[in-house]
């Protein structure tokens, strides 16, 4: 029996399978008021159809200050929830679920999305100025103001808020952001946070903030929903935030009601060399769900249903999340399914698109 195909239940949420859309920015709220569209729709709607488990919309800021681009969608305001709740009816409909990463850009916000520029968007055209742990920049875009520890309470409050819209919203979990060099990212990683008050210096300290967030976005969305982190497990730097870091903090993070850990991997400095390869990404996650017991996922160059039914055969790994190759395929799920010789349903409309039995 596939196991990638085999349902996982995650506090009072059933997932039909183990094969989930990655959050994976698309930079395309036109308007820049953070509200999604069409595009939005039509992009997890069709990943939903084609039989992934369970759809994870991009980063979304907790503020407006906590985009990545001007162009990025948030859940900052009661007018962005309608237009989400018409996507995760639509996700339900096609018999999947959904959840959405919260997140916030810090220093790495206010920049241009691939098609506009390089660089940071000036305030005089729709940017704004960043902040961070640090007043360092990141390379390429101006640098941010330190923020205040006095300022943070404000940060976990618009944390809880976004994830209680999310719930409104119809979202079936939701995720922090806290890897890839973002706002959380930058509080963690002993290069990146030189504080010297209560957010700075331990490892405590230094995941003092997160761990504010985890327990008020628990409290926010109540007992029954999934609330996931996705962590960067390394820096790929001497000195850095590590695996090792990455552990004792999910273990905390698990204590304040987090369910299960997302482990990809860089993103807060330039210049690192990085070992890519199919599944270069899968022991941190393994290494995770060693230390803490907790249910992981593991991402990274994982494009094949072989190679997908084969990092959970091989045990310590719960979800498989793929990212690019359902941007060539929004149908892998059904792809894979006939694969590896799992039944599951097809949409009625594509029925006779199924594939003949061998």
Avoid at 118 to 126: A, E, K, L, R
Avoid at 161 to 177: Q, S
Avoid at 321 to 343: H, I, K, S
Wanted: proline content about 4%; glycine content about 10%; aromatic content about 8%.
């Amino acid at each position: 029996m596939s196991k990638l195909f085999s349902p996982i239940k995650i506090r009072d949420l059933e997932v039909k399978n183990r094969l989930w859309v990655s959050p994976m920015c698309m930079y395309s709220c036109e308007n820049q008021d953070g509200v999604v569209g069409d595009w939005h729709l039509v992009h997890l709607g069709s990943r939903a159809i084609g039989g992934a488990g369970m759809v994870i919309a991009e980063a979304s800021g907790v503020n407006p200050e906590g985009r990545i681009s001007p162009w990025c969608p948030g859940l900052w305001d009661d007018s962005q929830i309608a237009p989400w709740k018409k996507i995760t009816d639509f996700i339900r409909a096609a018999g999947s679920t959904s959840g959405i990463q919260l997140a916030h850009a810090g220093r790495k916000g206010s920049a241009h999305r691939p098609i506009s520029g390089t660089g940071s968007v000036p305030v005089d055209q729709g940017g704004w100025e960043t902040y961070s742990a640090t007043s360092e920049a990141f390379e390429g875009l101006a640098a941010p103001r330190e923020l205040r520890a006095d300022e943070l309470g404000q940060l976990v409050a618009d944390f809880a808020a976004a994830a209680k819209r999310a719930k409104t919203a119809g979202f079936d979990l939701v995720e922090i952001h806290a890897a890839h060099g973002y706002l959380l990212h930058q509080f963690l990683s002993p290069i990146t946070n030189k504080r010297t008050d209560q957010y700075g210096g331990t490892l405590a300290n230094r995941a003092r903030l997160l761990l504010e967030i985890v327990a008020a976005v628990r409290q926010a969305v109540g007992d029954q929903m999934p609330v996931l982190v996705r962590f960067s497990a390394t820096d790929y730097v001497a000195d850095g935030w590590d695996q090792t870091q990455t552990n004792e903090v999910a273990g905390w993070c698990k204590d304040q009601g987090a369910d299960l850990f997302d482990l990809s991997s860089g993103g807060l400095i330039t210049g690192v060399k990085i070992p890519t390869g199919p599944g270069y990404q899968v022991d941190f996650a393994k290494s995770t769900k060693t230390a803490t017991h907790a249910e992981v996922a593991a991402v990274g160059q994982i494009t094949n249903s072989e190679q997908a039914e084969q990092i959970l055969q091989d045990g310590l790994v719960d979800v498989v999340l793929v990212g690019r190759e359902f941007l060539r395929d929004p149908y892998l799920g059904l792809r894979a399914a006939n694969q590896l010789d799992a039944e599951v349903d097809w949409p009625w409309q594509y029925e006779r698109g199924r594939w003949p039995n061998a």
